[in-house]
């Protein structure tokens, strides 16, 4: 037998990978069951089942996003340090700053402040692997909630087009970072182009709205419920539960 490599004996980077490839296999394995539960009875509510977990999952990926944005870093963990750090970005000063904050902060202030980083390098975020998009996605969201689905079918033997609805919504909502990143690379899939003509997905233009103000337009997906987001955005910032503070991380 060849010797095999165990995780303990792994680096850090290349255990959260393995974490991911095995939680996507999960999940793949508890889609192809949503799947078969879906079709298992066709009907007419179908399809509206799936355009509404679509919009669903849109409007999933908009909140997150909003929250996310405005949510403010900790302060003290040299996040600033590395936001607004003007030498190149490749230098080993520079990685070794970046790893150390990291290190000092959670999986949510990382994820915060990644969305913050995307607004002034947005196209960092397209040259990722599919697997670092989609991995926590599908770790701490789409998994479990995936698991939670199939969990309450043998409950309560919930309707075929309700499970048509929970696979759209998951779909979407694993691939949220996958889509944003597809708006801001240029050589995507086929499928993308196809999506985007068919409005399944939004183009690169009408995400352009949100990266020119940060004030709106936050679901990056189809973008069919920033109509919808818009205004709650809006309320939210007027009665300051959302700051301008939280945009960047601070000293
Ligand atoms: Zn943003
Ligand atoms: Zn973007």
New binding site residues.
């Given amino acids: 037998m060849a010797k095999l490599d165990l995780p303990g004996g792994l680096g850090h980077q290349s255990r959260v990978m393995l974490l991911s490839r095995l939680a996507v296999g999960a999940f793949v394995a508890a889609m192809i069951g949503i799947l078969a539960l879906a079709v298992r009875d066709v009907g007419l509510w179908t399809v509206p089942a799936l355009l509404v977990g679509w919009f669903l999952a849109d409007a999933a990926s908009g909140l997150t996003h909003m929250i996310m944005d405005y949510r403010p870093c900790p302060s003290g963990r040299g996040l600033a340090q590395i936001y607004f750090y003007e030498g190149s970005r490749e230098s080993a000063d520079y990685v070794q700053l970046r790893d150390a904050a990291m290190a000092r902060i959670g999986p949510l202030d990382r994820l915060t402040y990644d969305f913050k980083n ?1 607004h002034p390098r ?1 196209d960092a ?1 397209g040259r990722r692997s599919v697997w670092r998009q989609i991995g926590s996605t599908v770790i701490v969201g789409t998994l479990p909630v995936s698991l939670l689905l199939l969990a309450l079918w043998a409950v309560v033997d919930l309707p075929s087009a309700v499970m048509a609805g929970g696979f759209s919504f998951l779909l979407g909502s694993a691939f949220a970072q996958y889509f ?1 990143g597809t ?2 690379r240029d050589d995507n899939p086929r499928i993308v182009h196809v999506m985007r003509a068919c409005r399944l997905l939004m183009t690169p233009a009408a ?1 352009e709205k ?2 020119a103000t940060l004030k709106q337009d936050f679901a ?1 997906n189809c973008g069919w419920s920033n109509p919808v987001i818009n205004p709650l955005f809006r309320a939210a910032h007027r009665a300051g539960y959302l700051r301008d503070e939280g945009l960047e991380p601070h000293h």
Avoid: D
């Fill in positions: 995307h947005p975020l944003h708006l801001h995400h949100h990266h990056t």
